[in-house]
């Protein structure tokens, strides 16, 4: 398959999270739409990783060329994982004082 | 590396300290040692001193502009420590996981000062924001503190995504992660200018330059007084060393098309924070707006990117960090934050009042503080580009704007009366701050003392 199917269903993926976060009032649920943002990116690393592995093995068939794009994706995995963990207890930590979860609820410091 | 394997050992080791022992007073002088060692490593690493030898060179290069611009970090943060130490033993339950997270925070500064790649820029970024979500969001039963955390989290992570979609972009027209390679490509092809300009757009967010910065003024002024101060010196200035890394071989490159882009970015930035500043009715809040204007002219170094704008950099990060401090670890021990606050400070401390007049003075940079010569620095750099030259008329007029705000704190300070509330201070704290607004001066007067520490 042509890289351009790879590319455009990333940016596809990645602009139904950024939309997510932009128009959702759910803490939660902008939180699920930065994810969505991260493995669009995931995807197109490795799409592009391959891309570039497949051009260079075409005059070296043992390159490896193109292998630090797999790697970055798990680094992306690793750290979103931490954030995960962060961002979820910031979450509960709120949801304990108000009881909700909508950001809406947040503009006590507007003022 | 030095700093960055250190800082991570010294966090790890703050944590325990925080086990083993109970009198909470104490942490603040582990740390304060713990950030000396840091110090004194950092500068031998200058010197070519290197505790650990290992080969990095396609993720790291260490150079003095790197090693000299965490020096500056580390020693802000040292004198942050001093300073606003007990203040930080209030902000929250456990004090020694605030410091340990304060050592992590640097640990990203090390690597963002001197990364060669972007999954190091990406990494240290990250290293850099996660722990200041959770400081922000440390006085857990403070709602507006919650508020302020979870801002900054989604924010945060927000321009994480963006970023990282500007390195896959980037990553895939030249398939590598190496920024020089990234800088050197000579035309720009639609995936390259793309990745380009959402990175940018991910760091702006970062360093709060406008029209990114409407997280800013809820964040700094919902988190802690005490993570404010942090936020907004040290871990700010440290993304603008992030974003001249990034930019340094790039702009010659890009034409001047990015050109425009940066100087709407720097116009935008100086607007939003001088104008909103002068409406604040809270200091606090006006020193959140007075960063965003800072921001605007640090960012003159990444329009300019020459050796003046790099000079000039590390100038104004030491201006503006140590300034910035010693004004939050006085704000952080009055109960009104507002500007009738300030009322009478000369009257009942009349010291304390002196040394803040240096630092706000210093913030909108009259001569003989340091402030005077940052701002100089980042003006010649513009002007020694040739071009865009009313861009410096621009931030000009946009610094005698900002004397206004900050002189009425000091007018609040002399020529008002009123009954001021200030938590006791000890003797010590005010020789400290003493000796941050003597460095200022001496700053203002040969700012080649930490200038020529680049060239020996």
């Known amino acids: 398959m042509p890289i351009t199917y790879y590319i455009t269903l990333a940016i596809v993926l990645f602009c139904i999270g950024v939309v997510g976060v932009l128009t959702r009032r759910n803490a939660i ?13 995931n995807l197109l690393l490795v799409a592009f990783s391959k891309m570039h592995n497949g051009k260079a093995l075409a005059t070296n068939p043992t390159s490896l060329a193109g292998i630090d794009g797999q790697l970055f994706v798990f680094f992306i995995m690793v750290v979103a994982a931490a954030e995960v963990c962060v961002g979820l207890s910031i979450i509960v930590m709120m949801y304990r004082n108000t009881h909700s979860v909508d950001v809406n609820f947040l503009n006590r410091l507007k003022n | 590396m030095n700093t960055i394997i250190l800082s991570a050992i010294f966090g790890v080791v703050m944590m325990f300290t925080g086990i083993f022992i109970s009198n909470r007073a104490a942490y603040k002088h582990v740390a304060a040692i713990a950030l000396l060692v840091l110090l004194v490593f950092n500068i031998y690493e200058t010197h070519g001193f290197v505790l650990f030898n290992v080969n990095a060179d396609y993720f790291l290069h260490f150079e ?65 924001s996660i722990p200041l979500y959770i400081l922000t969001g440390s006085d857990k039963r403070n709602l507006k503190g919650n508020e302020a955390a979870l801002k900054y989290f989604l924010m945060g992570s927000f321009s994480t995504g963006i970023m990282l ?40 967010f970062k360093v709060s330059a406008a029209p990114f910065h409407f997280w800013t003024p809820d964040v700094y002024d919902g988190a802690p007084t005490v993570i404010t101060s942090f936020m907004a010196t040290v871990v700010k200035v440290a993304g603008f060393a992030a974003f001249i890394r990034l930019f340094e071989g790039r702009l010659g490159t890009m034409g001047s098309q990015t050109d425009r882009l940066i100087a709407i970015v720097i116009i935008l930035t ?24 800072q921001a605007g002219f640090m960012l003159f170094a990444l329009f300019a990117v020459n050796d003046v704008a790099k000079e000039g950099l590390l100038l104004y990060a030491a201006a ?40 706000f003075l210093s913030l909108a940079g009259i001569p003989l503080t340091a402030g005077f010569f940052a701002k100089y620095y980042m003006l010649a750099a513009i002007i020694k580009t040739n071009h865009y030259i009313g861009l410096a008329i621009i931030g000009v007029l946009f610094a005698a704007v900002s004397v206004y705000y900050y002189f009425k704190v000091i007018q609040a300070m002399y020529f008002k009366d009123g009954n001021i509330v200030l938590a006791p201070v000890t003797n010590s704290f005010k020789y400290l701050l003493l000796a941050v607004a003597v460095i200022i001066v001496f700053l203002g007067v040969y700012p080649n003392a930490l200038l020529s520490l680049l060239y020996f």
């Open chain 2, 320 to 359: 503006y960090s140590l300034a910035t401090i010693g004004i939050f670890a006085v704000l952080a021990k009055m109960d009104d934050m507002t500007f009738e606050g300030f009322n009478g400070l000369a009257k009942s401390q009349p010291l304390i009042a002196a040394l803040l007049a240096i630092f």
């Open chain 2, 165 to 204: 979609m500007g390195i896959a972009l980037l990553y895939g027209a030249a398939g590598t992660f190496a920024v020089e390679h990234v800088a050197s490509a000579g035309m720009l092809s639609y995936l390259e200018a793309l990745g380009m300009v959402l990175i940018f757009v991910a760091l702006s």
């Open chain 2, 64 to 128: 003095k502009f790197g090693l000299l611009f965490t020096s500056i970090c580390i020693f802000s943060t040292l004198v942050y420590v001093l300073l606003s130490g007990k203040d930080i033993e209030k902000a929250g339950a456990n004090t020694a996981e605030a410091f340990a997270l304060i050592f992590f925070v640097l640990c990203g500064i090390g690597i963002v000062t001197s990364y060669t790649n972007l999954l190091m820029l990406f990494v240290g970024i990250e290293i850099l």
């Open chain 2, 270 to 293: 100086l607007a939003f924070g001088n104008l909103t500043a002068v409406f604040q009715q809270s200091v606090k809040r006006m020193l959140a707006y007075s960063s965003i204007a």
């Open chain 1, 29 to 41: 649920i902008i939180f699920m739409c930065i994810e969505l943002m991260l493995n669009a990116v």
